[in-house]
């Protein structure tokens, strides 16, 4: 009996905290640390949401990736600048203070125009500044790396909007 007790008394212990655990806010990514509500950013050129807002860059045109970042009408503010971008998975490079992982592109800062500010690259860009990324590019598929975003508001905040997903197509 007490054999039998201690075999099973790791299912018991599991079973008694297992329910505790529990996700609060659903099982996607979680965004609100990120974006500040009194400046609401959006991706003007999205053609979805996958689930972040995902942009198309053609494979057989110009190749280009357009990024088009409003400020919600309703907001008092502007944007200033695109200060920083990053091509990652995560928000960690563009909120380091080191310099790598930043994409390296022809304009240094971005600057912005009122209520929007649009970042414009290529593939053949994107695949200098990720060169691992390139076996992964195919008709139909979104990019490996997100572009994310750092904005510079007109009273001198930062903000850092949702990332972009780019996907691929003919």
Same mark, same amino acid.
């Given at each position: 009996? #007490?054999? *039998?007790?201690?075999?099973?008394? *790791?299912?018991?212990?599991?079973?008694? $905290?297992? &329910? =505790?655990?529990?996700?609060?806010?659903? $099982?996607?990514?979680? @965004?609100?640390?990120?974006?500040? =509500?009194?400046?609401?950013?959006?991706?003007? !050129?999205? /053609?979805?949401? *996958? &689930?972040?807002? +995902?942009?198309?860059?053609?494979?057989?045109?110009?190749?280009?990736?357009? #990024? +088009?970042?409003?400020?919600?009408?309703?907001?008092?503010? +502007?944007?200033?600048?695109?200060?920083?971008? =990053? +091509?990652?998975?995560?928000?960690? &490079?563009?909120?380091?203070?080191?310099?790598?992982? $930043? @994409? !390296?592109?022809?304009?240094? /800062?971005?600057?912005?125009?009122?209520?929007?500010?649009? $970042?414009?690259?290529?593939?053949?860009?994107?695949?200098? !500044?990720?060169?691992?990324?390139?076996?992964? /590019?195919?008709? !139909?598929?979104?990019? &490996?790396?997100?572009?994310?975003?750092?904005?510079?508001?007109?009273?001198?905040?930062?903000? @850092?909007?949702?990332? =972009?997903? /780019?996907?691929?197509?003919?």
């Amino acid at each position: 009996m #007490i054999t *039998r007790l201690k075999k099973y008394s *790791r299912y018991f212990f599991l079973l008694a $905290f297992l &329910p =505790a655990c529990s996700k609060q806010k659903g $099982f996607g990514p979680n @965004y609100s640390d990120y974006i500040t =509500a009194s400046v609401p950013i959006t991706i003007a !050129n999205s /053609v979805g949401y *996958r &689930p972040d807002p +995902t942009v198309t860059c053609s494979i057989g045109g110009d190749s280009s990736i357009t #990024i +088009t970042l409003n400020v919600a009408p309703s907001s008092k503010h +502007t944007i200033k600048e695109v200060t920083r971008v =990053a +091509t990652s998975s995560s928000y960690t &490079p563009i909120q380091s203070t080191g310099t790598t992982g $930043f @994409y !390296n592109y022809s304009v240094a /800062v971005n600057p912005g125009s009122g209520s929007s500010v649009t $970042f414009k690259t290529t593939l053949g860009e994107y695949l200098t !500044n990720n060169p691992k990324d390139k076996p992964n /590019v195919k008709l !139909n598929v979104e990019l &490996p790396n997100r572009f994310y975003f750092r904005l510079t508001i007109d009273d001198g905040s930062i903000v @850092y909007p949702t990332p =972009a997903r /780019v996907l691929i197509v003919n």
